[in-house]
């Protein structure tokens, strides 16, 4: 059956040598592709006769289009060339269609009992927002779909199902899908670790920095935090404002741990990484590549390179994208280098949506080890609840989901114990200094609390803060130093786990009754953009 194609342009370090003979007829398609102003990550539709779509093209690098996330410009484009797709063997086009074929179609993406493969509300109505952006940008008048009425939006769309994994979780997590040990502590047979440090290094700096995956994942190397706070526990650095939702920069902290071990991946995996792709000339090719030749000191500061055809630039740190930012090298002993932190084994840096598939074999992993052949043989959403519940389950956004539960645990915990004070000086003490959900939104980088409460902890934000930290009498721990501090926030979070939904613990995961009702991990889906600044 013949079918509409999206082909999405690679970024620059990707792209193959282009034969002698050329693609369809084009000698440099890389060059080509850039003289249209196609960016990377833009999509490109093909008709099923293969041309490209010309007022597809045109729609792709219209403002409406190209100012969206590029994660976001992805998944609208696989919505659109569905509908292309239905529309094409019903003989009409995208232009044609009026209300009554969209309603048909929503009727057999959604409840057609002929579709294998129907959809709920709220994909839906990510599909209704990218047709709707489409039929306006065309200027199809009535609109045939439109995300704003009522009647064209999913009634039973479900909110995002956030789940957390307690600190203890995530190492049995990172122990299983990214260290290749076993149950017992054993290695796996066979396992291959060149990307460990990388891996663990990254999780652990998201879980102690609660950094969304395009700011963690888009960092370089002169930008890891180094300058300790008091007592050396936690380091600060700055979010530059062009890898934010918000497009502000913001401070964050990391724990002094995490920074260590990212500064070991550094030395020893990346180097690796670096010397392997310089023996093999890997840098020597990247026509867009920026040679960094100065970095300003001071609060704002600025770069400046010189580009592979010897042209100079100049621009803001915190201004320069990830798309940017893949691109600066600097010169080291032995060549060129990237400045972005973390690379690939090929010694490229590794994009931000590249961690989704880390994460996705570090799941497969835990299930190898945790469950049965049988079980897992059983499609995820067909397996019982007690198979689900026994697998710690985890996605990059994840870490800043536990990561914000574990500062509202620890920042209540500190103003109970440290201070001592009873609920009126507690509402004193928030109205000078903000309560710990003010401070958690802070430390996100949330311009409202609400949002906090709303995507993050929506389970606990009815809890009176006195209810989180209540103790049956024989569950008080003194608080008398470090080691019993953390005995008790991981009570805590044991106690947390057993009466909230949406928490794995290791309690909980050695023992599968204790699995809240309606767990569901597969529900939860790695979407960054769906989250308010």
Request: overall charge negative; proline content about 6%; charged content about 30%.
């Amino acid at each position: 059956m013949a079918a509409w194609q999206v082909v999405l342009v690679k970024d620059c370090h990707e792209w193959d040598p282009t034969p002698a003979e050329g693609v369809l007829g084009v000698l440099d398609l890389k060059s080509a592709v850039a003289r249209v102003g196609l960016r990377p990550g833009d999509p490109v539709f093909l008709r099923p006769d293969f041309r490209v779509d010309p007022d597809l093209l045109n729609f792709v690098l219209s403002p409406e289009f190209r100012n969206l996330a590029r994660s976001t410009r992805e998944d609208y484009a696989k919505d659109i060339r569905l509908l292309l797709d239905w529309l094409w063997d019903r003989g009409l086009a995208w232009w044609q269609a009026g209300e009554m074929d969209l309603a048909a179609y929503r009727e057999w993406r959604c409840s057609s009992p002929l579709n294998p493969a129907r959809i709920g509300g709220a994909k839906w109505n990510r599909e209704a927002a990218a047709l709707t952006k489409l039929f306006k940008w065309g200027k199809v008048y009535p609109l045939p779909m439109d995300a704003g009425r009522r009647q064209d939006r999913a009634a039973n769309a479900r909110k995002r199902n956030v789940r957390w994994l307690t600190p203890r979780t995530w190492r049995l997590w990172m122990d299983l899908g990214l260290r290749g040990l076993r149950a017992d502590g054993s290695r796996r047979p066979g396992w291959d670790g060149r990307t460990e440090l990388r891996n663990t290094a990254f999780v652990q700096l998201q879980l102690s920095s609660g950094l969304r995956r395009q700011e963690g994942g888009g960092l370089l190397t002169i930008e890891l935090p180094t300058q300790k706070l008091r007592r050396g526990l936690y380091s600060h650095g700055t979010v530059p404002w062009a890898l934010t939702r918000s497009k502000q920069s913001r401070v964050f902290y990391g724990r002094a741990d995490a920074l260590q071990q990212a500064a070991a991946y550094q030395e020893t995996e990346r180097a690796w990484a670096v010397e392997q792709a310089q023996r093999k000339g890997r840098y020597d090719d990247l026509t867009g590549r920026w040679l960094v030749t100065d970095v300003t000191r001071g609060p704002d500061p600025k770069l400046k390179w010189v580009d592979w055809d010897g042209t100079v630039g100049e621009a803001d740190l915190a201004g320069l994208d990830w798309r940017d930012r893949q691109r600066l090298f600097t010169e080291g002993p032995d060549g060129p280098e990237p400045l972005w932190l973390w690379l690939t084994e090929e010694g490229l840096p590794m994009l931000p949506d590249r961690w989704n598939t880390t994460f996705r074999l570090a799941n497969l992993r835990c299930e190898e080890e945790l469950l049965t052949e049988r079980e897992r043989e059983t499609p995820r959403h067909l397996r019982t609840a007690e198979a689900r519940g026994r697998v710690p389950w985890a996605i990059p956004h994840g870490t800043r989901h536990s990561f914000a539960l574990y500062m509202l645990i620890v920042l209540n915990d500190l103003v109970e114990r440290k201070y001592g004070l009873t609920a009126e000086q507690r509402r004193d003490f928030a109205g000078l200094f903000g309560d710990p959900w003010w401070l958690v939104a802070e430390l996100l980088g949330h311009a409202d609390v609400e949002t906090t409460k709303e995507h993050y902890l929506s389970p606990v934000r009815h809890m009176r803060l006195e209810s989180i930290l209540a103790f049956d009498e024989d569950d008080e721990l003194p608080s008398t130093g470090a080691g019993e501090a953390e005995s008790r926030v991981t009570s805590l979070f044991a106690r947390l786990a057993r009466e909230t939904s949406g928490i794995q613990d290791l309690d909980a995961l050695m023992d599968p009754h204790a699995m809240p009702d309606g767990y569901d991990a597969e529900s939860n889906t790695e979407d960054d953009d769906q989250e308010p600044a």
